[in-house]
């Protein structure tokens, strides 16, 4: 599954995004453990795209800089 975030709820100035994601090899079954961090700056004019794998998630947390 892939879908886009649009940041357009945060406030003015500029984010660190630290985002959690499954990595390319994650599966509920076979590494359900399986995932990858990645730090980004972002701003409320941006977009995040994201992919699941099988019975996967994600989580972003942001911290103003």
Known sequence: ??????????????????????????HYLTAPKAYTGTENTVSSSDTLHLAMAPGGGVAVSFRKI
């Open 1 to 26: 599954r892939e879908f886009a975030v649009k940041l357009d709820s945060l406030g003015p100035g500029s984010y660190e995004a630290v985002i959690y994601a499954d990595s390319p090899d994650a």
